[in-house]
Nanobody
Framework: QVQLAESGGGLVQAGGSLRLSCAAS????????MAWFRQAPGKGREFVAA?????????YYADSVKGRFTLSRDNNKNTLYLQMDSLKPEDTAVYHC???????????????????WGQGTQVAVSS
């Protein structure tokens, strides 16, 4: 069982930055993929970014955040970070961390590929 705890959300003005953290309990290994999804009010869950170590570390980003958001991780702390720069009002959402086992490339952006989810952290961007 993998437990995830997100932190770092808050209220920021457009153009500002936030860094989200996702601390994972023991049990996350190189066969897992870790990802961020977000859900805005009244909308479905949307893929934001992911990384996978199996077969060589690869990072994936949604087109809407590419160039503005950056993933990084601290393997010793089992923590995944999402640096969010140049934030826009449309980035407002609850951001969830997720972990999946043996996620294949074609499913990396699909929420059903992830088994474990955190409770989420709220990000609000004012115009």
């Amino acid at each position: 069982q993998v437990q995830l705890a997100e932190s770092g959300g808050g209220l920021v003005q457009a153009g500002g930055s936030l860094r989200l953290s996702c601390a994972a309990s023991e049990g996350v290994n190189r066969n897992h993929a870790m990802a961020w999804f977000r859900q805005a009010p009244g909308k479905g869950r949307e893929f934001v970014a992911a990384f996978r170590r199996a077969g060589g570390t690869t990072y994936y980003y949604a087109d809407s955040v590419k160039g503005r958001f950056t993933l990084s991780r601290d393997n010793n702390k089992n923590t995944l970070y999402l640096q969010m720069d140049s934030l826009k009002p449309e980035d407002t959402a609850v951001y969830h961390c997720a972990v999946g086992m043996s996620v294949i490339t074609s499913s990396i952006r699909t929420e059903t590929a992830y088994r474990y989810w955190g409770q989420g952290t709220q990000v609000a961007v004012s115009s």
